[in-house]
């Protein structure tokens, strides 16, 4: 029995160990690109719209750039995901609250179950999509009259500056390769001969 405990005791050590190593390269590389995602959209947002417009940059670009740069390997985090659940949360967002626009708290609550059951079927299942759906229905007053347009600008122009960044950044080193998808490795393999 004691030499069980300390056999699990040396097995959650190492455990805790590997889980807190720290990897400059990795920290160095999550940081650029995910600096370079949102300032890029943040100078996007601050060129073609006034200061308290803040309609390019939306709140579940920083969660999703969380997936695509600091988790790369994650089936959440692939390029599918990104686009596919952003999109499909933001028109499901957005119907909802045209179905029900006095009701904020009912659409709100459809649009992120909707958009998980819809993410589900689809496999494109990414948590900040709910995020997205959801400001589609709380959002300020120029999101909401922006209606369908905000599945196209912020959402889908953000997600697409998004990857872009992912697909430079994450492919710069040896040692990370994003997406995680041999089809997309030997496409990004051959361009950069």
């Not at 045209?98 to 990414?126: R, Y």
């Amino acid at each position: 029995m004691r030499r069980r405990i300390h056999k699990h005791i040396r097995t959650a050590k190492y455990i805790v160990y590997k889980e807190t190593l720290i990897d400059f390269r990795e920290h160095f590389w999550t940081f650029i690109s995910s600096f370079a995602g949102i300032a890029l959209i943040g100078l996007l947002n601050n060129r073609y719209f006034s200061a308290t417009d803040n309609l390019f940059l939306i709140g579940s670009f920083g969660a999703s750039s969380v997936l695509i740069y600091g988790i790369i390997n994650s089936p959440l985090a692939q390029p599918r995901n990104l686009i596919g659940g952003h999109v499909i949360c933001a028109l499901v967002g957005v119907t909802m609250h045209k179905l029900i626009p006095h009701e904020i708290w009912l659409a709100a609550a459809l649009s992120v179950s909707v958009s998980i059951v819809l993410m589900q079927i689809t496999k494109t299942l990414h948590p900040p999509g709910g995020a997205t759906a959801l400001i589609a229905n709380i959002g300020s007053e120029k999101i909401k009259a922006l209606g369908y347009l905000y599945v196209l600008s912020p959402v889908l122009s953000g997600a697409v500056i998004l990857l872009l960044i992912a697909v430079l950044f994450n492919n710069m080193t040896n040692h990370r390769r994003y997406p995680n998808n041999k089809k997309w490795l030997h496409v990004w393999r051959r361009y950069r001969r």
